[in-house]
């Protein structure tokens, strides 16, 4: 039995917006999921590329993905990574597949010297919690999220 992760092609549009589905279920988010095999072709295969996406296979079979894109931090002056999504189908969740994730993109930064790999958990979700913090992740309680979206989005960026 053999976990191995290898960079998403375009040919896996389906398979990674039927992950992004399955993990906005398990979010409970189901309802903001609104990605197309369109869009994930076009943002992840397209001339310029801004995300990225490595899939873990175990024996041979697409189990889960995590999607990725750089970030900068000005007090660092370096670069970093930020893990958009992580995640491993409920029936290969044991495996050290989600490790296997989490150790790729931690290599990734070492090789290139990046400063960082960050990303969110929900707060409610104890299993993931209780993981991150095993494999070293330390939980930032004292930064809150903004977000603007929606009509907000418009109004603020109205020529």
């Not at 992740?137 to 960026?157: F, H, P, S, Y």
């Amino acid at each position: 039995m053999t976990t191995t992760i290898r960079s998403a092609v375009p040919a896996d549009a389906a398979l990674i917006v039927r992950f992004i589905a399955a993990l906005a279920e398990y979010e409970k988010l189901s309802h903001e999921a609104k990605a197309t095999e369109a869009d994930i072709t076009r943002d992840l295969f397209g001339p310029n590329p801004k995300v990225f996406c490595e899939i873990a296979e175990h024996d041979g079979r697409p189990v889960g993905f995590a999607l990725w894109f750089y970030t900068f931090s000005t007090f660092q002056g370096r670069h970093g990574i930020w893990l958009e999504d992580l995640f491993v189908e409920p029936a290969a969740r044991g495996l050290g597949i989600g490790k296997a994730l989490l150790v790729n993109l931690a290599q990734r930064c070492v090789r290139e010297g990046l400063g960082r790999l960050e990303w969110w958990v929900l707060d409610w979700n104890t299993p993931s919690i209780e993981f991150y913090k095993s494999q070293g992740g330390v939980m930032q309680d004292e930064w809150t999220k903004v977000r603007v979206d929606g009509e907000a989005l418009a109004r603020l960026g109205a020529l």
